[in-house]
């Protein structure tokens, strides 16, 4: 299984790959402005790297729960010259964009994201249209309702059931519209709209994501479904993290997408073994 990059490159999923999540939020990199966030932003990646992450995720909107929207402008500004900076100094190093806006997509590939990470699907205006333009691979993600509120009051009758649903349905929708089968990648959306039990629930049942036949990702790095279960503020994170992003290796995510890069690639590593061998 790969995808298919832009400039012909190719990222493997034969082995399990680590994306490194790089905010580009005003509470990430505190000067609000271009030129301390755009080194701190690249310190930061060349760190990732030598950990041992395989993608670098870049993201300018908050989702997290009770986040406002941002607005194109502003997250045009943050996200555009760092993936550009980044290319200019890493020409075949991965790049997501962490993005729902279409113009940001756009502008993104234009300086060398290879990967649209969608957090809502490709459902907003216009995104759609861009992800076929560009024949890049692109992950769909489930949530319910919208950050500002999906905490609030999440439902479902039977959540696995109903995420694989949407994801099936937004893969057919993408299908139709001309991206390739091969570049989709599945994302239940941990923390998305769904409450603790939720989370745990899927991920118990990754297998059946898996099971689709498309690429999985998965994103549990110190959200609070790690917090919640076990009382721990997000510095504190990190065992539960590692345990998360174990779980999924063995249950077949073939992406996992985290904050702490060296101690999470060694736990894949265990995962590996012990699921292939030593010498594989
Ligand atoms: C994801 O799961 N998540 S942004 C709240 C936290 C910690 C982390 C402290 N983008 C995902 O990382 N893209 C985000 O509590 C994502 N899958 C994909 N594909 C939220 C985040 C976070 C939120």
């Not at 489930?142 to 099936?168: I, N």
Request: hydrophobic share 45%; glycine share 8%; proline share 4%.
């Amino acid at each position: 299984m790969q995808l298919q990059l832009p400039r012909n490159r190719r990222l493997d999923l034969s082995r399990t790959k680590l994306m490194g999540i790089l905010n580009v939020t005003p509470d990430s990199f505190s000067d609000g402005g271009q030129f301390i966030g755009q080194a701190a932003a690249l310190r930061q990646v060349q760190q990732m790297l030598a950990n041992g992450a395989d993608i670098i995720d870049i993201g300018g909107e908050s989702t997290r729960p009770g986040a406002k929207d941002v607005n194109l402008d502003d997250e045009l500004a943050r996200v555009i010259p760092v993936i550009h900076s980044i290319r200019q100094l890493y020409p075949d190093l991965p790049i997501s964009v962490d993005t729902s806006k279409a113009r940001v997509m756009a502008e993104a590939i234009a300086v060398g994201a290879d990967i649209i990470n969608d957090v809502r699907a490709l459902q907003e205006p216009e995104a759609l249209e861009v992800a076929v333009a560009a024949k890049v691979p692109v992950c769909l993600m489930h949530m319910q309702g919208q950050p500002r509120s999906m905490q609030h009051q999440p439902s479902y009758q039977q959540v696995v059931q109903e995420v694989l649903a949407f994801l099936q349905q937004r893969a057919e929708v993408c299908i139709a519209a001309g991206i390739a089968r091969q570049q989709i990648i599945f994302d239940p959306g941990f923390g998305f709209g769904k409450s603790l039990a939720h989370n745990y629930e899927l991920l118990s049942a990754m297998s059946q994501f898996v099971e689709t036949g498309y690429p999985v990702l998965a994103g549990m790095s110190r959200k609070s479904m790690i917090g919640q279960l076990l009382n721990r503020d997000v510095a504190e994170r990190l065992a539960g993290s590692i345990a998360c992003a174990t779980i999924a290796v063995m249950k077949g995510a073939q992406i996992i997408r985290v904050h702490d890069i060296k101690e999470t690639a060694d736990a894949i590593k265990i995962a590996q073994a012990t699921k292939f061998g030593v010498n594989a």
